[in-house]
Structures are given as C-alpha cells and as structure tokens.
C-alpha cells in the first residue's frame, strides 16, 4: 500500500492492520459488494468506500 488518501479512511484501515507500506493481495472482488485483500496470513473484507481511497503499487512478481 502506498497511501490512503484521507485521515479518516487512513484511521479505519489501521484498525484493519493495514497502513501504508503493508504488502496486500487482492484475493476476490465481489460484483456491488465488498474486496476480500490478504496481508500475512490474515483476509479482510474492506468496502468498496475505502478501497477506492487506497492507493497501492503491483509488486514485482517472484519467480518460484
């Protein structure tokens, strides 16, 4: 995650565990409905509100 662009979404994605610097995945988007992301080991649900407040940079793919 690069930022998140006000302070109030910024506050209620920390209460996610989720702040700037955080490596996060999307692993679903659901059709009018809430991004499941990955951080760690853990899958959070954030709405699409908040979501489109996060700004965030691919990363670079690692080769197995």
Known sequence: MLAVDDDRSRAHAIRFGLDEGAEVE??????AGPIIVR?????IAI?????S????????RKEA
């Not at 999307?26 to 059709?31: A, E, F, I, K, Q």
């Open 47 to 51: 709405g699409r509100g908040l979501a």
């Open 39 to 43: 951080s760690g080991r853990q899958e």
């Open 26 to 31: 999307c692993v679903t988007s659901l059709p």
């Open 53 to 60: 407040r996060v700004r965030v940079q691919p990363a670079e």
